[in-house]
């Protein structure tokens, strides 16, 4: 089972360029910022989509490591990065998705002329084929 909340510390590298970010304990999570409120921002939403993306593929999330375990050099800093997973599911389930399909152009320029909301309309088709009732 999943967690609601995740705090994972950050590694912020300064350099003259930017702060790019790492998560020692997530392989692969990385971020940049031109400046500290810009990076904290981009860690938290890339912490976000790494962790969802985890759940989504049923991997295992790792515990996160004791900051005074961390190494770090001069121009760098720990940060604690806190995110709540609950608004992230919530957001990528009800995300819309692009889909592309065809029809033929004379029911495109009746629909068109009769003012259909194609995408509406689409849904609405594919709740009553699946049997799903709700909005």
């Known amino acids: 089972m999943y967690k609601d909340r995740y705090i994972f510390p950050a590694i912020f590298h300064y350099a003259d360029d930017g702060i790019s970010v790492e998560f020692p304990d997530l392989a692969g999570c990385f971020s ?14 890339a912490l976000e989509l790494h962790l969802y993306g ?17 190494k770090h050099s ?3 800093t720990i940060v604690l990065i806190d995110v709540w997973m ?9 995300k819309a998705v692009k889909k592309t399909l065809t029809i033929p152009k004379w ?5 068109i002329e009769n003012k259909v909301n194609f995408s509406h309309l689409l849904q609405l088709a594919i709740k ?4 799903i009732h709700k909005d």
Do not use: W
């Open 74 to 76: 001069e121009n760098e």
């Open 86 to 94: 609950i608004s992230v599911r919530d957001y990528m389930k009800n």
């Open 32 to 45: 940049y910022g031109s400046n500290d409120i810009e990076a904290v921002s981009n860690a938290k939403e």
């Open 128 to 131: 009553d084929y699946l049997g």
């Open 107 to 111: 029911l495109n320029d009746v629909a």
């Open 54 to 70: 985890l759940e989504d593929d049923n991997e295992i999330i790792p515990n996160p490591s004791n900051i005074q375990h961390i």
